[in-house]
């Protein structure tokens, strides 16, 4: 079975590198996903939600650190709940790593940008250089 632009999802941040590297390989099996620069049009809780439940992992691994309110915040302190942990990424969707990516064969967050490759059906069409 092919995928089709509707079957994959990206959840991007065009300023961020790895971001753009795991779009160019998507585009790169000749698929043109479906792109969400989430810090635009941020996802709801049940979006949030869902995509947790299915990437397997539990939200704080979820959080960004850097160049974000993270230790302002005080969120590497044990108390928070994950629904707490939650509630600050849809306050600060900033806080949301990137980029997260659906597809028919699973959701993942692909950091390095080559963790894609784990669940896209297309093979490369052609040699990949991954930007710097």
Known sequence: MSESAASVTIYHNPACGTSRNVLALIRNTGVEPTVIEYLKNPPD????????????IRPRALLREEGTPYAELGLGADHWTDAQLIDQMLAHPVLINRPIVVTPRGVKLCRPS???LDILTPP?????????
Do not use: Y
Not at 124 to 132: A, N, R
């Open 45 to 56: 809780r049940a979006t949030l939600e869902s995509l947790i439940q299915r990437m397997e």
């Open 114 to 116: 080559e963790a894609v």
């Open 124 to 132: 490369q069409k052609g040699p990949f250089g991954k930007e710097g």
